[in-house]
C-alpha cells in the first residue's frame, strides 16, 4: 500500500510503499477513501506533540470501509462506511480520559499521532474510536465532519446556549464554515464576525442572521444593540482577535474557543466580573459524538466545502492549508 510518511520532525511528506497491515485484537483495517487535512497535522509535522514516534503516518479526518476484523471485534461487518476522527479510543480508567482529554491523558489515543492515520490506502484503528458515516453522504464532504465538524458541533451543543439564543461564530474558514451551519440548524440566532463586507454574502448563504465587520465596526456597541451574545463560537486561532470577542457577550455569556493560537490571551478580570461572562475552551469528541455529528449534518444538510487533492499531493494539500490558500477544507482522495 501507498502512504504519506513523516519520517522525522520537520521532515517533508515521503510516498512509500508499505505491507498492508494486519489488524490485532480489537482492531480493525480501514481501506481509506478520503482522509480531511487538519490545522492540527502541523503537530505532526514538527514533532510538538509529547512522546511523537516516527516515522509517522498523519490523518485524523478518515473516511472508508471495513477491510479486516482483529479477533474480539464485534458489532461491524466487511464492507461497512465508517469514520475515524481525532480522538482514537480510551481505556476509560480516568475522566481526562473520558473527557477526551488527549494531552493530560497517557491512556487516550490520538489518529494520526499515536497510530498511524488516514494519508494512506489503508490503516489501522480501534473499533472502539469507528464512527458510522451514513449512507449517501460523500466521503469527500464527511471526512470534514470528523474534526472540524464535530469540534463545532459538539462544542456548541454542549454551550448551554437555548435555541433562540444570540450565538456568533467568529471566522470563516474551515470551522468556522461549519460552526455557522450548525448554528443555524440548532435554532440560535446566528452572529457572523469576520473581516470586510466582502465576505457578508457568504456568511448569511452559510446561514448568519447578522453579520459584524471586526475591521469596521465596534463589535462591543454592535452588539449591545443585538442584547449581547449567550456563546461566541472562536474559530480563527488570533490572540488578539479572541481578546476583543470579550466585549461582545451578553449577561453570563461564555467565548467558546475551539481553534487555539499559541500566544496567550488578555483579558480584564473586569470584563469578565461585571457580566459574570467565562472563557472555555473544547475540543472535538469522541466516536459517538462523531456519529451524532455525522448524523445531525446529513439531517440538516450540513455540507463541508473542499478542495479535492489524490495522495500524491498531499504536501500541497498541506501547504494551501496552513497557509489559509484553501476554502475551506484539503481533503485527500483515494
Known amino acids: 500500500m501507498k502512504s504519506m510518511v513523516i519520517q522525522s520532525k520537520g521532515a517533508s511528506f515521503a510516498l512509500v510503499n508499505r505491507d498492508v497491515p494486519r489488524p490485532g485484537p480489537g482492531e480493525v483495517r480501514i481501506k481509506v477513501a478520503a482522509c480531511g487535512v487538519c490545522h492540527s497535522d502541523y503537530f505532526v509535522k514538527e514533532g510538538l506533540w509529547p512522546g511523537l514516534q516516527y516515522p509517522r503516518v498523519p490523518g485524523h479526518e478518515v473516511v472508508g470501509t471495513v477491510e479486516a476484523l482483529g479477533e474480539g471485534v464485534t458489532g461491524l461487518a466487511v464492507g461497512a462506511r465508517v469514520g475515524i476522527g481525532w480522538h482514537g479510543g480510551h481505556d476509560g480508567t480516568c475522566p481526562r480520559c473520558l473527557a477526551a482529554d488527549f494531552i493530560h491523558c497517557a491512556q487516550a489515543k490520538v489518529t494520526g499521532i499515536s497510530f498511524d492515520g488516514g494519508y494512506g490506502e489503508q490503516m489501522i484503528a480501534p473499533a472502539v474510536a469507528l464512527a458510522p458515516v451514513p449512507d449517501g453522504m460523500s466521503v469527500t464532504e464527511a471526512a470534514p465532519l470528523l474534526c472540524a465538524g464535530v469540534t463545532t458541533f459538539n462544542s456548541l451543543r454542549n454551550s448551554g446556549a437555548r435555541p433562540g439564543d444570540l450565538v456568533a461564530v467568529q471566522g470563516l474558514g474551515g470551522l468556522g464554515h461549519l460552526g455557522l451551519q450548525f448554528a443555524r440548524a440548532m435554532g440560535f440566532e446566528v452572529v457572523a464576525i469576520s473581516r470586510g463586507r466582502h465576505k457578508e454574502a457568504l456568511a448569511r448563504e452559510l446561514g448568519a442572521h447578522h453579520y459584524v465587520d471586526a475591521e469596521g465596526e465596534d463589535l462591543a456597541k454592535r452588539f449591545a444593540a443585538l442584547g449581547g451574545a449567550r456563546v461566541i463560537l472562536a474559530t480563527a486561532p488570533n490572540s488578539k ?81 496552513m497557509s489559509g490558500e484553501v476554502r475551506f477544507r484539503s481533503v485527500i482522495e483515494l
Do not use: N
Request: charged residues 20%; glycine residues 12%.
Open 241 to 321: 482577535a479572541l481578546s476583543g470577542l470579550v466585549g461582545g457577550l451578553g449577561i453570563d455569556g461564555s467565548l467558546l474557543i475551539v481553534a487555539a493560537p499559541f500566544e496567550p490571551i488578555e483579558v480584564s478580570p473586569l470584563a469578565l466580573l461585571g457580566g459574570r461572562r467565562r472563557i472555555q475552551g473544547w475540543p472535538s469528541g469522541t466516536a459517538s459524538d462523531s456519529a451524532d455529528c455525522l448524523a445531525f449534518a446529513k439531517l440538516h444538510r450540513i455540507r463541508a466545502r473542499v478542495e479535492t487533492f489524490p495522495l500524491e499531493k498531499a504536501e500541497t494539500a498541506y501547504a494551501k492549508m
